[in-house]
């Protein structure tokens, strides 16, 4: 069975921001954010963000296996634009700066 590069396993997504895992680390409760977002999340509330529960510690450990298994997968993907990158004229896209720009 063929994989699918293009679609991004749900199990990639962090809960918060709803983008790929950046830097995957697990919370005392088991799951998994990325650190920024955590980070942030700590600084106003003292709760999970999945269950609403209160957490008594709010140390993070590094999630390697999903980290490795991110990378993997990027690295397995055909080359995609990066939409951040593109520029709409006149009905066409147009690659913006970079090693495939202009």
């Known amino acids: 069975?063929?994989?699918d590069y293009g679609v991004v396993p749900s199990s990639f997504i962090?809960?918060?921001?709803q983008e790929i895992f950046v830097d995957?680390?697990?919370t005392i409760d088991g799951h998994t954010y990325c650190r920024a977002q955590i980070?942030?999340?700590?600084q106003t509330y003292n709760t999970s963000p999945r269950t609403g529960l209160a957490l008594t510690d709010k140390r993070?450990?590094?999630n390697h296996a999903l980290r490795a298994a991110i990378e993997e997968w990027q690295e397995r993907?055909?080359?995609a634009l990066?939409?951040?990158r593109l520029t709409i004229t006149a009905?066409?896209?147009v690659l913006g700066e970079g090693s495939f720009g202009r």
Do not use: H, K
């Not at 980070?39 to 700590?42: A, D, E, H, K, V």
């Open 14 to 17: 962090d809960p918060i921001s």
């Open 39 to 42: 980070s942030r999340w700590f």
């Open 60 to 62: 993070l450990a590094p």
């Open 24 to 26: 995957p680390v697990v």
């Open 82 to 84: 990066d939409p951040t």
């Open 1 to 3: 069975m063929a994989e």
């Open 91 to 93: 009905g066409a896209a």
């Open 77 to 79: 993907r055909p080359m």
